[in-house]
């Protein structure tokens, strides 16, 4: 993972003693509430229902032991010894004290991290696939391209004060694990016989308007990738509302305009820029591509478990078929760490639990962790004869759920238990549907199935590329849920559809159970959710939902 030198050290420290001072002014009355808005935003810091809620940056998903347990640390100390994963990997703290917050950050600091830009208007945390680098469908390793954007984007004196958020993911797979459809800007690498290559796409988006992005330029050189998103955040900057924070994502300028002649704006302010000053040269990505070379990986040949481990331990052997992925060098695997619990929030840890997860990334993982977009960890690089052992130790603290990609593997916003912008509450939501779903055979049989949950219209809990997507609603003061069914966020991104009018939350987990039920009872061998939805039609599944429910 990338190293900060003395002058990162020197940057963050820096940063960290401006806001000291600007909250110093704030607490005395120096400064209002509106003008230090702003400076908090810039610094991760919001005001949400209950206490001041921090978003700490973790780049393209990457954080060592060292930092896990220093989060664990801070989490004991300015928090209630517990945190949150979120979608865009990064990680949340619900109750620091504003007055502390520079103390807090400073702590931050000592590990490499921060959460700069991690709110307010501007370009927010690089976001890549969890798998990068070890992958067996990579193309080419996206993490030193995210680190450039990382570096280029932060404090950009141009684009610090944009017409609203601004978020950008980067893939270098065949699988997109980074959603980049859905993104104001996603990039996907790709080869051919000239070389490197990246597909821009623009306009992705969630939130009240969601939106598939499209392709705007099918084949960049790497060399121009800075220069031709200078190209693309000015046309945003110069024509962007800001008259409406609702019509002021790029996503509305992208379809306001449509792809040709939005793409003709950027291709005519990328002529005063290309081959400019902001042209990467081999050298400088080189040096980047050098802070992620390859682990000091041990000579192996691959093996499976021993097979008489397999065949004792039934639930080892769904664990190893769910949550163990390949790996590109033999005799290694990539292992997913599932933090969908039953009884804790999903993507929720203590502070116990972090420094449990260091100490497993110590051991089997060369130190470091990935954090995925689905709200759970990964340790990317652990020996296939270790398993038996990783399994054990996870289960020591409760991190075994052979999970991954089904039902109760949910994504789900801190909603109204904690967000003053909820309609509704996610987690209790969840903890709900998470009870029909205690038999692990059924829901294995059942197969990959997403179930997203946002609490309001942000959609920070990506309901509309749910397989089955929950929105939180108010209506007249009660807390009613809104479904959508056939959302999908990879390679095949497609918004999912409306089925039909709000449910009780006392209903909702029954819904949810008969759609599956449908689900079950209408597919083929191997057929997926959505392929089913789309053979037999949303109406099927919407009467099954809606059998028997209180008009």
Known sequence: MYQYNDDDQQFLQQRCDQFREQTRQFLAGDLTAEEFQQLRLRNGLYIQRLAPMLRIAIPYGEVSAKQLRALAAITRDFDKGYAHFTTRQNIQLNWPKIEAMPDLLGRLAEVDMHAIQTSGSCIRNITSDQFAGVATDEIADPRPWAELLRQWSTLHPEFNWLPRKFKIAVTGAISDRAAIAVHDIGLRLQSDDAGLYFEVWVGGGLGRTPLIGVCINTRLEPKHLITYLTAILRVYNQLGRRDNKYKARIKILVKAMGKLDFQTAVNNAWQALKDGPETINEDSIARFAGHFSRPNYLALTDQAPSRSVITTDQPFDRWCAQNVLAHQQPGYAAV????????????????????????????????????????????????????????????????????????????????????????????????????????????????????????????????????????????????????????EPGEDARIGRILGPSVARAEIHWVVQRLTQCYQQHRLTEEAFNQTLDRVGIEVFKSAAYEGLAS
């Open 336 to 487: 997913h760490i599932s933090l969908k619990r039953t009884g804790i929030a999903p993507g929720d840890v203590s502070d116990r639990d972090l420094e449990a997860l260091a100490d497993l990334a110590d051991r089997y993982s060369f130190g470091e962790a990935r954090v995925t977009h689905e709200q759970n960890l990964v340790l990317a690089d652990v020996e296939q004869t270790k398993l038996p052992e990783l399994y054990k130790a996870l289960g020591k603290h409760n991190l075994d759920r052979a999970n991954r990609g089904l039902a109760t593997d949910m994504i789900c916003c801190p909603g109204g238990d904690y967000c003053s912008l909820a309609n509704a509450k996610s987690i209790p939501v969840a903890a709900a549907i998470e009870e029909t779903f205690q038999d692990a055979e059924a829901e294995h049989h059942l197969g990959a199935l997403s179930i997203n949950i946002s609490g309001c219209m942000n959609a920070c809990g990506h309901h509309h590329v749910g397989n089955i997507g929950i929105l939180g609603v108010d209506k007249k003061g009660e807390e009613f849920y809104q479904l959508s069914i056939g959302g």
